[in-house]
């Protein structure tokens, strides 16, 4: 008998037939933009008819996918999906966070969406970790990849309830050193773009086979062995399917989206394959209006079929372990194979001479003016911490347990159990203010500062805030004014904007007034 798809024949087993897998990942993220004095959302004006770009993405791409229509031919809802439950997906801690006060419905949806999927996908569930500002990890120390790993597990175990499998990297960034971290706290794998791949082979006594973007099989998972002697699996996803949901309109027609990740099967396999893709989530209703119910139509066709099966990256790991390695490109990401300079990484073409005059790039001088900032911070939390604390950066490693649960009892006990002798009020109130200087310096190496064109985004303005701020706790504690050089080192950063000429210039205009206006608010 013939099946919806034509290859249920007489004969064809439904192992044979089950051999094909889909999975679609969603990176759900927006950046931090609470202000670090009030930690309040600001209106943002670029948003309207909305107070704030949180609230409008909601509007448009998280609500709807939490409960997308499926129209029926006679355009009316034939059944609302939850898109969250059939999707592997990651949300950034700091929007779950924002979602929870200013959305809790949706947030709700979110998290009863990953109860529900881990019935449908064999105790796995369809959410895993990020981490947890969505620094760029290979270009952050040693002590801040670690913070973000852990914070980013607590803060996912806090809402979800259980321990991810695994964590998105932000912007895919990766390098070795990151995946010892994410192996070291059980991260079964890491969702990577194909063009990060270097070299693969089938088993330690087989030669290793360069790769690029277009011979990598990103239908298979394969294994990263560590110098530690650790390992981690990988899935490289699948970049043209990605591509063309992000650029090329595949979200415009559900049918589309369906035979697109069809025709990515190979025509015959001995093996299982996994069709996957990987994506900002917000393509599905932001950057692309209605593409929630391209994707809720895509899943829901895609469950009907006999031939294949929706499926998480945690299940069919654990179904099909890895039977090939893959040695990736260090310092890679999404948008290149082989340094990070999008966010900052000093390589041979960060500065060139043009008419006699070296010309830096602003991204490189913005990440160097936040590395000596962020070191001279370093050195005024341990200094001070090491008077209340044997271990000062794993007290930060523990902070996340504060900001989890903030209550003035929670946060008492939090720091007499770190504490090497009873402390008083006062010197819980100065630690909670050092750990806090450190949440801003971490907060201030957000990627979104280095994404866009120019240094005078808001997103760049929003990272000199968060340095401010730790600037503004340093002062108060020790009486050290860091301030004239971090603005003298941002002089380098120079702007293409018509109104100023460096990131000195726009951290005075728009730095200055905002501390001055905390100052009469504070006063009063």
């Known amino acids: 008998m013939k099946g919806t798809c034509g290859c249920e024949k007489k004969g064809v087993s439904r192992l044979n037939r089950m051999e094909k897998f889909i999975c679609i990942h969603g990176h759900f993220y927006q950046p931090p933009r609470e202000d670090p004095w009030s930690g309040v959302v600001e209106e943002q004006p670029s948003a309207q008819p909305f107070h704030d770009w949180n609230e409008r993405i909601t509007k448009e791409c998280y609500a709807p996918n939490a409960r997308s229509p499926i129209l029926g031919a006679d355009q009316q809802s034939e059944i609302i999906l939850n898109n969250y439950a059939k999707i592997n997906f990651n949300f950034g801690p700091s929007l779950l966070n924002w979602m929870q006060e200013a959305a809790g419905d949706i947030y709700q949806d979110i998290l009863d969406a990953d109860r529900l999927s881990q019935q449908q996908f064999s105790g796995h569930g369809a959410a895993i970790a990020q981490g947890y500002n969505h620094m760029i990890l290979p270009l952050a120390n040693p002590r801040d990849q670690r913070t973000q790993v852990i914070w980013g597990i607590k803060d996912f175990e806090h809402r979800f309830h259980r321990y991810p499998e695994a964590m998105w990297l932000p912007e895919t960034a990766v390098d070795i050193l990151t995946l010892e971290v994410l192996a070291e706290f059980g991260m079964g794998y890491v969702i990577l773009a194909p063009v990060q791949a270097q070299s693969v082979r089938r088993g330690f006594l087989r030669k290793w086979k360069s790769v690029t973007k277009d011979t990598l099989d990103t239908r298979q998972p394969y294994r990263c062995h560590l110098p530690s002697g650790k390992k981690i699996a990988v899935f490289f996803y699948d970049g043209g399917i990605a591509s063309d949901i992000a650029f090329h309109g595949l979200l415009h027609n559900g049918e589309d989206f369906v035979q697109r990740l ?162 008083s009020d006062e010197h819980v109130q100065r630690s909670r203010l ?73 951290y005075k205009e728009f730095i200055f007034s905002r501390k001055a206006q905390q100052q009469i608010i504070q006063s009063g």
């Not at 340094?339 to 010309?359: F, M």
């Not at 929670?410 to 090497?420: I, L, V």
């Not at 706790?473 to 971090?486: H, Q």
């Open 262 to 423: 069809l025709r990515a099967f190979p025509s015959a396999s001995q093996q299982a394959r996994l069709v996957h893709v990987a994506t900002d989530g917000e393509s599905y209703g932001h950057h692309h209006p209605f593409g929630n119910m391209a994707l809720s139509y895509c899943l829901r066709n895609l469950e009907k079929r006999a031939d294949l099966r929706l499926i998480v990256y945690g299940e069919f790991l654990e179904r099909f372990p890895p039977t090939r390695e893959v040695r990736i490109h260090e310092n890679s990401a999404w948008s290149c194979d082989d340094h990070l300079a999008r966010w900052g990484q000093r390589t041979k073409l960060s500065a060139s001479v043009a008419e006699g005059e070296v010309k830096n790039d602003w991204r490189v001088c913005f990440k160097e003016a936040l590395d000596r900032l962020r070191d001279e911070l370093a050195g005024i939390y341990e200094q001070d911490m090491r008077k209340f604390f044997a271990s000062p950066w794993e007290v930060r490693d523990g902070y996340i347990e504060v900001l989890l649960n903030p209550s003035k009892e929670s946060t008492k006990e939090f720091f007499q159990k770190q504490a090497k002798a009873v402390l």
């Open 434 to 506: 050092l750990l806090e200087m450190q949440r801003m310096a971490m907060l201030m190496f957000t990627s979104c500062g280095w994404f866009f064109e120019d240094i005078s985004r808001i997103e760049s303005i929003q990272v000199m805030k968060y340095a401010a701020r730790a600037i503004e706790i340093a002062k108060e504690l020790t009486g050290r004014d860091l301030e004239p050089d971090f603005l003298s080192s941002l002089e380098l950063a120079a702007s293409s904007s018509k109104n100023y000429k460096n990131g000195a210039e726009i």
